[in-house]
């Protein structure tokens, strides 16, 4: 599969527990971008990075979070101390960055957090 | 920031009907407009984008057009097939930030 992966698919955690998500984008896209998506809703942005540079983040992006895209490769989302309303799905999305569509974004399967 | 904006927020349509979604955006900036369709529990697949220097584009049954004016762009699906049965979402971006704001989504049921 050469499409967006992400890991895991589904996880279930206790309000305070901290989660990390996983996701690899597809090969040589030097753009990752993560967003999240409540039910009904469109994705919101959260975050985008430019090879292993955060170059903007969303002030949706609490404290609490934090990514990383340590090699300009993968890259993954850490939540810390999470709560209720962080129940969500995480979608991670790459794009090409260079080229013709550049800005076209390809999107993962998502994560579903379910913070109970 | 951008604010994009989906009307109707549910469609229904007989088959072999045609399908049109509106959506509406505020930043005159905005130079990127894909269309999104989203099946339940599945990831938002592209169908099909548009860019500011064009006013339409046609993929087989999918096209979109670009009002940049008014500022709205509009999908239109032709002979809608059950399979078109999806949530479809419309998104807006700029050139140099890179972010996608996507509008709340359409519910398009197509009735067999």
């Known amino acids: 599969d050469t499409g967006v992966s992400q890991d895991p698919r589904h996880k279930i955690t206790k309000r305070g527990q901290n989660v990390t998500f996983r996701c690899d984008p597809i090969s040589e896209h030097n753009r990752l971008y993560w967003y999240r998506q409540t039910l009904g809703q469109g994705p919101e942005f959260l975050t985008y990075?430019?090879?292993?540079?955060?170059?903007?983040k969303s002030r949706l992006l609490s404290d609490r979070f934090s990514a990383e895209r340590p090699k300009g490769s993968f890259s993954t989302l850490e939540i810390q101390r999470t709560e209720q309303g962080d129940s969500a799905m995480y979608l991670c999305?790459?794009?090409?960055?260079?080229?013709?569509?550049?800005?076209?974004?390809?999107f993962g399967p998502g994560t579903r957090l379910t913070v109970l | 920031g951008e604010n994009v904006e989906q009307h109707p927020s549910t469609l229904s349509v007989q088959e072999g009907d045609s399908a049109v979604i509106k959506c509406t955006y505020s930043d005159s900036a905005s130079n990127y407009f894909p269309w999104y369709k989203q099946e339940l529990g599945k990831r938002p697949q592209l169908i099909i984008d548009?860019?500011?220097?064009?006013g339409e584009k046609k993929d087989q049954r999918i096209a979109v057009t670009l009002n940049k004016t008014a500022k709205h762009f509009s999908l239109h699906i032709t002979e809608t097939q059950p399979e078109d049965s999806a949530v479809y979402f419309c998104a807006a971006s700029t050139r140099g930030n890179n972010r996608l704001a996507f509008g709340k989504g359409n519910q398009v049921v197509v009735i067999p």
């Open positions: 990075f430019q090879n292993e540079a955060q170059l903007e």
């Open positions: 999305a790459s794009s090409p960055g260079q080229g013709l569509g550049t800005d076209t974004q390809y």
């Open positions: 548009i860019r500011s220097n064009v």
